[in-house]
């Protein structure tokens, strides 16, 4: 069974760092383009970051400068380290693989911004 997994989530104070992680079982992560996204109480769904699986990247206009994404093909894994967090950052961040036809979601995770 396929399934991508999220971790990292939790609450910090604006300014502060997190670093999600996203761990891919039943299938190799380094065929799939991966993205982040994330959804805020009462808005649309985001994309937030973007690498393919050649290793291109592509961020959101809002993150760029202070969100990284990364992948580890042999750990199965892809990061989003997250710095100088914002407020306008808090809500769940999802995980997303795309491969051809395929297209699967993890569960998401919580992220939460405030002093």
């Known amino acids: 069974q396929v399934q991508f997994a999220e971790s990292g989530g939790g609450w910090v104070q604006p300014g502060g760092s997190l670093r999600l992680s996203c761990l891919a079982s039943g299938t190799r992560l380094s065929i799939y383009d991966m993205g982040w996204y994330r959804q805020a109480p009462g808005k649309q769904r985001e994309l937030v970051a973007f690498i393919t699986s050649g290793g291109t990247t592509n961020y959101a206009d809002s993150v760029k400068g202070r969100f990284t994404i990364s992948r580890d093909n042999a750990k199965n894994t892809v990061n989003l380290q997250m710095n100088n967090l914002k407020p306008d950052d808090t809500a769940v961040y999802y995980c997303?693989?795309?491969?051809?036809?395929?297209?699967?979601w993890g569960n998401g995770i919580l992220v939460t911004v405030s002093s």
């Open positions: 997303n693989a795309q491969f051809s036809v395929l297209n699967y």
